[in-house]
Every structure is written in structure tokens, then in C-alpha cells.
T-cell receptor
Framework: KAGVTQTPRYLIKTRGQQVTLSCSPI?????VSWYQQTPGQGLQFLFE???????NKGNFPGRFSGRQFSNSRSEMNVSTLELGDSALYLC?????????????FGSGTQLSVL | LAKTTQPISMDSYEGQEVNITCSHN???????ITWYQQFPSQGPRFIIQ???TKVTNEVASLFIPADRKSSTLSLPRVSLSDTAVYYC????????????FGSGTQLTVLP
């Protein structure tokens, strides 16, 4: 079974631009959650989608948004990029979205904002 | 949300047992405790999960005292390949996922 796939693996953008990251969950998984990882703040929860609906959102500004498609694939968008948005963005999938069930993470998208 | 606190780093030698403790004073009644392992340039990988007392699997043990305000991940006989960052995660129950990651503990296993 293929794991969680995130594309692209690396991305370089400039301030003010917007970016879209993609996540393909493990087949059969219906929940996708997104995380931002930085050396200073560690791993922080962005949001979670289940059956195309956002179920929860972390403490991030509205510039961060996402969506989930009917095939469970998910995209995350960051508008008006700031230097502080440089980070590793991880997505994770799980079967049915029960809060304590095991998460399967992708390798992430490394975003650099110049 | 339950805030978690872990040591920033730990060193150990090959073959030793390593114990990493996570503090989560505000853990809610239905919260589970999960530990993940992360290698550089990879996403975290599930290690073990528990609710109370002790849980053991093929790679680790998890000890949770009765008050559940802390938990200890125990790695028996570590090897160089166990060098990684270990995260303690406390998740709430209910329909929404409120996930709190600890700051992570960098474990370095020395030869």
C-alpha cells in the first residue's frame, strides 16, 4: 500500500506570493490533517479535514486555508506569503478521523520564502 | 488543550535503556497519549499509544501513572538507528481533533 504522498517536495517562493501544497492520503483513509514544523515552534497543528469538511483548525491566520476533495486528497493554500511561513509542511492521514487513532505522515513539503 | 513538556535532548549509549518523560498536567479525561519518532527530512512515525497504566509493543513501552499527568516512553537496548526526535502527543476525544505536540526530545545514541 502506498504511503502518504506530498507534492512538491521542495518549494521556493517570494514574499507576497501564494502557494498550494498537495497531499494524497493512504488509500481508504478519509481524514487528512496538516501541520507546520519549524525549528523554533516545533510541530503545530493547522487543520483537519474529514469527508471534505474542515473539522478543526489550529491557531493560524486566515492566510492558511485548505480543502479536501471527494477522493480524500487534500490541498493547503497559503496566501500573501511571509518570511515566517518558511517551514516544513506535513500532512497526515488516518482511517476514520477518530482523534486518537494512528496518524500516517508524509515526508513533507519544504517551503522557503525569500 | 493539554500542554506537554519534554526534555529538549538526551544522550545514550548503544545497548542501554532510554526513558523519555513527557509532562501533560492538563490532560483531559478522555485524552490518549501517543508517541511519534521523527528522522531528519521525514514525517513522524507512530511508536506507541496508551490511555493508562502500561502499554508494550515490539519496539517500546509506555508507562502512565494513575494521575496521568505524565508519561514515560521506554526504549529498550537502543541502537544508533534510534537517534531521532521523539514527540509526545496528547489528543482530545470528541468529533474534533485537537492535537498538542510536545516540543520533542532529540535522542542521540552514541557508539
Amino acid at each position: 500500500k502506498a504511503g502518504v504522498t506530498q507534492t512538491p517536495r521542495y518549494l521556493i517562493k517570494t514574499r507576497g506570493q501564494q502557494v498550494t501544497l498537495s497531499c494524497s492520503p493512504i488509500s481508504g483513509h478519509r481524514s487528512v490533517s496538516w501541520y507546520q514544523q519549524t525549528p523554533g515552534q516545533g510541530l503545530q497543528f493547522l487543520f483537519e479535514y474529514f469527508s471534505e469538511t474542515q473539522r478543526n483548525k489550529g491557531n493560524f491566520p486566515g492566510r492558511f486555508s485548505g480543502r479536501q476533495f471527494s477522493n480524500s486528497r487534500s490541498e493547503m493554500n497559503v496566501s500573501t506569503l511571509e518570511l515566517g511561513d518558511s517551514a516544513l509542511y506535513l500532512c497526515a492521514s488516518s482511517l476514520g478521523g477518530i482523534p486518537h487513532e494512528k496518524l500516517f505522515f508524509g515526508s513533507g513539503t519544504q517551503l522557503s520564502v525569500l | 488543550l493539554a500542554k506537554t513538556t519534554q526534555p529538549i535532548s538526551m544522550d545514550s549509549y548503544e545497548g542501554q535503556e532510554v526513558n523519555i518523560t513527557c509532562s501533560h498536567n492538563n490532560i483531559a479525561t478522555n485524552d490518549y497519549i501517543t508517541w511519534y519518532q521523527q528522522f531528519p527530512s521525514q514525517g513522524p512515525r507512530f511508536i506507541i499509544q496508551g490511555y493508562k497504566t502500561k502499554v508494550t509493543n515490539e519496539v517500546a513501552s509506555l508507562f502512565i501513572p494513575a494521575d496521568r499527568k505524565s508519561s514515560t516512553l521506554s526504549l529498550p537496548r537502543v541502537s544508533l538507528s534510534d537517534t531521532a526526535v521523539y514527540y509526545c502527543l496528547v489528543g482530545t476525544s470528541g468529533s474534533a481533533r485537537q492535537l498538542t505536540f510536545g516540543s520533542g526530545t532529540q535522542l542521540t545514541v552514541l557508539p
